[in-house]
């Protein structure tokens, strides 16, 4: 038995959830509805996640604020956010362009008894207005990640400037606070690599009871739907991707071996911020340094969401289709502007894209009724979104991070250059 534990310990990661997926497959085909019994399995998975994802940004963002200086971090945000909202706009405009070559939804009927609940969109201000904890705990308890960012940046700072007060007691306690807390990150890191030999069977687990209850069927209803989503994702991932690493010199083929856990997690979990914990150990893979990763990642993976925004636009073009609309140029503007701003807004759930999706259609004028269509077949295609939401996220980090050590060595080249003058 303790030989076999060792020689599944040994096995890569990404050879066991593989595993784990194929065999969900088989099962979910074979059992059809009756796989759902493994769903508790992924469930399990879900929530083991769900549990250290919360500790592991709060303590791995104070300490990188510590190990920050007020200046790095800004020069960072002032990157990255630019980064965000651009690719998400060339993302929309990418899935809307890829949906108009394919026309999906030319030729369907508009569902007359699909009725799909859509709850109230909160306006720009109000999700600005959120990120202010106005009750930490409930803040914590509810998992509002950009919340607890703002709780840990401020932490972080409150430590740091202890950490540097004249005052000796202020000295020790914020040294001593430090210490604990990356104690406390490092429980976090030992405990996620725990959870991490449990993934392949909750992999299983949510593969089997998905497939079982969609079956493939639904794939063949609403394939165009689903293939212009899969070929978008594509495109944004090895081509919009690829051409970013290459402007900012890392190796690409590399990068993408060295993220593949986190990929393959987003894919089967459909959800950014139940994959954070391994797309923060994958940028260490990739040799992101910790100050970009902890800080940009879990930033990322609420409001950077490059998948959703292909999702948006591919669904405009299938409504458009349904309803015989022509969409004129400014339509087109006013979608990419009104996407990219939902896709902020999508929270890194599972189906989530749903409700980003549906305040693009009431902008756009287009009946909601379109969303419930193609909810039918969410459960495919938030696979690849979220997949593309994630790497996003790495790539982001990635060349953050470059540029970032860029100016530290022309800042060391300057300093040089006057010290020997
Ligand atoms: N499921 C996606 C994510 O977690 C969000 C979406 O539904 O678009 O990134």
Redesign the pocket.
């Known amino acids: 038995m303790y030989k076999l534990w060792k020689w599944y310990l040994g096995k890569s990661f990404i050879s066991k959830i593989s595993v784990g997926f194929l065999l969900g497959i088989i099962v979910g085909l074979i059992f059809g509805q009756s796989a759902s019994v493994l769903a508790p399995l992924g469930d399990v998975f879900l929530n083991l996640l769900k549990m250290i994802v919360i500790p592991l940004i709060l303590l791995t963002i104070i300490v990188s604020v510590n190990n920050a200086n007020p200046k790095e971090l800004g020069r960072i945000g002032g990157k990255i956010f630019p980064y965000y909202i651009i690719t998400t706009a060339i993302s929309v405009f990418l899935g809307l362009v890829i949906a108009k070559m394919i026309n999906p939804g030319s030729g369907l009927e508009l569902p007359t008894s699909t009725n799909m609940e859509v709850s109230e969109a909160p306006s720009l201000i109000d999700v600005l207005l959120q990120i202010i904890p106005a009750n930490i705990f409930q803040s914590l308890a509810d998992g509002d990640v950009l919340s607890i960012v703002f709780l840990a940046v401020i932490v972080g700072f409150a430590i740091s400037f202890m950490r540097n007060s004249t005052e000796s007691h202020m000295n020790e306690w914020g040294s001593l606070l430090l210490k604990l807390m990356e104690g406390g990150s490092e429980v976090s890191f030992r405990i996620l690599n725990g959870i991490l030999q449990y993934a392949p069977v909750g992999v299983l687990g949510i593969t089997a009871s998905t497939i079982g209850n969609q079956g493939l069927h639904t794939l063949q209803s609403l394939a165009k739907y689903v293939g212009a989503s899969y070929l978008g994702v594509a495109i944004h991932m090895f081509i919009i991707f690829s051409i970013l690493l290459l402007i900012f010199k890392v190796p690409v083929l590399k990068f993408f071996r060295d993220i593949r856990e986190a990929m393959m997690t987003a894919f089967v979990t ?4 139940g994959t954070l914990p391994i797309t923060i150990k994958n940028a260490h893979k990739a040799g992101i340094s910790d100050r970009v990763a902890n800080f940009t990642l879990p930033i990322g993976a609420t409001v950077n ?1 490059n ?2 925004g292909i ?1 948006f636009g591919v669904g405009v073009v299938f409504a458009a289709n349904i309803v015989g609309y022509d969409l004129s140029i400014g339509a087109i503007v006013a979608i990419i502007l009104t996407g990219t701003l939902a896709a902020v807004g ?1 929270a ?6 749903l409700i ?1 999706m549906s305040i693009v259609f009431t902008q756009a004028g287009l009946p909601i009724e379109i969303v419930g269509l193609t909810a039918g077949v969410n459960v495919l295609t ?1 696979m690849v ?2 997949c593309c ?1 994630v790497t996003g996220d790495l790539i982001g980090a990635a060349i953050v991070d470059k540029s970032e050590k860029k100016h530290i060595m022309s800042t060391k080249d300057a300093i040089n250059e006057t010290t020997s003058n």
């Not at 890194?348 to 894209?353: D, E, H, K, L, R």
């Open positions: 459909a959800s950014s911020l969401m998948g959703s999702h999508t890194g759930v599972p189906g989530a894209g980003g938030d979104f979220t939401n």
